[in-house]
């Protein structure tokens, strides 16, 4: 009975450090209960998990520090069991302690669900008279456990957002407002409710039902009410409101101004937010390459924020826009270096994040098989966080629709469209977003496989109409795709309906300017129209210059002769169906 730790923990049969029989260990807590060492040895245990829990948390930045955590964690679970259950006040302020270390641990290490409990359980115990200065009869004693309260439930918030989960985050921020009201503290309790507004903006994508209309109006409103003219909070609705707004309304202008307003406040979370609408309001012009400087510009303000709950989420999303807008504008190798700084063990929980960009730029340079297990990978991640429809990582479908397509797989292909439309269905509602990047891979899988009236029914909208800020991000390959599309059917013979192909391929590179793979697309199409093998060629030396392995391989067997039978050899080597000639 050395170890008395091992008595006041359940036991985990798969876990090693558990030795002791289970008849033993119930022998053992009988007996302690029996002498009436019982609370004692609880006592002296809950101590140490105090002391241990905030060691870890002082090396919490050192990657050693993760298998200590996996062997303490049922320890310091077990304390704080123990403690939130004691009626006596010190044992209520050590269970909040402990709660919040435990919480700040288990984000640290990955388990953003368990840190979202630990930090709504500090909240509960908190409010319970468990804030560690407060004594009874005290009577700032409401006060104080009311602003640790808010505390704590604005931390649960952030870590529901690191877990995907929007509704549960909204739901905090309002509480996390409610408590600060408590505390007598409006201008905290207004931003918690621009917060909570700003997700239903800009965190639409991962709601998996979003909440009733005017819900983000009232709350400013309120907002408003709480804080009057104090400046920070003024920028955080107006960062709020702009990301309220859809398809043409949001502005380069609105979101600059934006930026501005929140830049005096020394709040990076807030200043991000207001760049992340900046960046969407140039993917709403197409202009993807000016897009990725702000998105650049995101990630140099969040610093290495990494295991800053209140940063994380913040960061993570940075790290969305940052392979999107690279990749958009034609820098694939720069995309797929922002994909693997997703790969962090910080959210190891949500496998999502870490495959998503990988997916989508494995795909689209070439490397199929490579796009098939990443495709495994984010199906059984999705799979374990309950088959969510968060639209926000349905490119990743798509993505996987796309590789699966060029490799003729097509009924792979229509289960993936399958996945995508069920993740997509949250938000599909909404225009801007319902047709998104889908007709575009849906026209590079018909034009791999010689079906050139339905690449031209897949892109039958002009490029010009395709304002939303997601549309407008893939604007450029799309213009692409779109003016080869009408040269191929316009080739097989195929009604054109009066089209001009000269006006097409025209639009088409205006509209492509500073994208080296959408440019060289274009390149080819006009050295389809035009029967020009030498433009066809350059276009495949500049495909292979910017990494699309796929498109060059693509465009050798287009040039026909010797370069045909090059073409389709690197096709297999990609994994891809042969093109039919």
């Given amino acids: 009975l050395a170890d008395s730790s091992l008595l006041l923990v359940e036991p985990d049969p798969a876990a090693p450090r558990y030795r002791m029989l289970e008849t033993v260990r119930q022998y053992g807590t009988d007996h302690l209960a029996g002498t009436g060492e019982a609370d004692d040895t ?24 993760d298998a200590r955590f996996d062997r303490l964690a049922d320890d310091l679970r077990a304390a704080l069991r123990w403690a939130a259950e004691r009626p006596e006040a010190a044992y209520r302020a050590a269970a ?41 009869g005290d009577d700032a004693a409401g006060t104080r456990a009311a602003a640790a309260a808010a505390a704590a439930l604005h931390r649960a918030a952030s870590a529901a957002l690191c877990r995907l989960d929007s509704r549960d985050a909204a739901g905090l921020y309002a509480a996390a407002a409610d408590a600060a009201q408590r505390a007598g503290d409006p201008v905290r309790a207004a931003l918690e ?17 979003l909440p009733p209309p005017g819900t983000a109006e009232a709350q400013l409103a309120e ?124 959210f190891r929980e949500e496998g999502l994040l870490r495959t998503d960009w990988l ?85 590079i899988v018909a034009l791999h496989h010689g079906d050139h009236e339905h690449a031209m029914a897949a892109l039958a909208d002009d490029p010009g109409t395709r304002t939303h800020w997601l549309t407008g991000a893939w604007r450029q390959w799309y213009a692409a795709v779109w003016a080869e599309a009408g040269v191929r059917a316009g080739a097989d013979g195929l009604d054109l309906d009066g089209l001009d192909l000269d006006d097409r391929l025209a639009r088409a590179r205006a509209a492509v300017a500073g994208n080296p793979v959408a440019t060289a697309i274009v390149d080819r199409a006009e050295g389809l129209h035009t029967g020009d093998r030498t433009l066809l060629l350059r276009a495949a030396d500049a495909l292979d210059a910017a990494g699309a392995r796929y498109q060059h391989a693509r465009t050798l067997v287009l040039a026909g002769g010797t370069h045909a039978t090059e073409g389709q050899e690197l096709l297999a080597t990609l994994g891809a169906a042969p093109m039919p000639v």
């Fill in 42 to 65: 609880h006592a002296r245990h809950l101590r140490w998990c105090l002391d241990e829990a905030a060691t870890l948390t002082e090396e919490a930045d050192s990657p050693a520090t």
């Fill in 96 to 136: 909040h302690e402990l709660a919040l270390r435990l919480a700040h641990l288990a984000f640290v290490h990955g388990l953003p669900s368990e840190a979202q409990r630990r930090f709504a359980q500090a909240a509960e115990l908190a409010e319970q008279g468990g804030v560690a200065d407060v004594v009874d």
């Fill in 193 to 209: 409710l621009t917060r909570a507004a700003e997700l239903i903006g800009r965190a639409a994508g991962i709601f998996t039902e």
């Fill in 223 to 346: 907002a408003r009410r709480l804080a009057g003219d104090d400046p920070h909070v003024a920028a955080a609705i107006a960062v709020a409101q702009a990301g309220g707004l859809d398809g043409e309304l949001l502005t380069v202008d609105i979101a600059a101004h934006a930026v501005a307003l929140t830049e005096p406040h020394g709040d990076p979370r807030l200043t991000s937010a207001a760049l992340d609408l900046l960046t969407m309001a140039l993917l709403m012009q197409g202009d993807p390459g000016a897009a990725a400087v702000h998105a650049a510009r995101r990630l140099e303000l969040l610093g290495p924020a990494v295991r800053d709950i209140d940063l994380a989420y913040e960061l993570e999303d940075a790290l969305h826009m940052a392979p999107l807008t690279s990749i958009a504008a034609g820098d694939l190798a720069t995309g797929r270096r922002y994909a693997l700084r997703r790969q962090r063990p910080i």
């Fill in 359 to 443: 997916l989508v730029s494995a795909a689209l340079v070439g490397e199929l098989d490579r796009a098939v297990e990443l495709a495994d990978g984010f199906r059984d991640a999705w799979e374990r966080t309950g088959r969510l429809p968060i639209g926000g990582f349905a490119m990743a479908p798509l993505a996987a629709a796309l590789a699966h397509g060029l490799r003729g797989d097509h009924e792979s292909r229509r289960e993936w469209l399958g996945v995508f439309e069920y993740m997509h269905q949250a938000i599909g509602h909404l225009e801007g977003r319902r047709k998104g990047v889908a007709p575009l891979f849906d026209a």
